[in-house]
């Protein structure tokens, strides 16, 4: 292996450290208010970004916020990770006591699915 890509992937292995927990994927099976059973997982930060962030992880956290937040419901399950999923994620970690950053940390995820409890 050269140097280039050596030094490339030390980079890229102490980037990842050094981010949010958990290393590997994190899986929680919660209930919506209809009694359905969904999964979530995290396994990245989620933040407004260009291209916008999408997926069925950006989709679990919409619809977890429209559950156990009245003041999101102009939120739409879109499955895109922008200004809107942003502000209800800003306004959750403020009334739970969080860094209000409107970026979904592991931080986040774990209070809004209610991890450890």
Known sequence: MNKTVM????MIL?????S???VSPSYVQYTTTNGQHRMASYF???SVKMPRLSGVDVREVQRRL???LPAAQGLKIDGYYGPATAAAVKHYQIGNDLTPSGVLN???WEVLFNIGE
């Open 20 to 22: 949010s927990k958990p």
């Open 7 to 10: 030094a490339l992937l030390v």
């Open 66 to 68: 429209l559950q156990v």
């Open 106 to 108: 592991y931080e986040t």
């Open 44 to 46: 990245r930060m989620l």
């Open 14 to 18: 102490s980037t990842a450290a050094a």
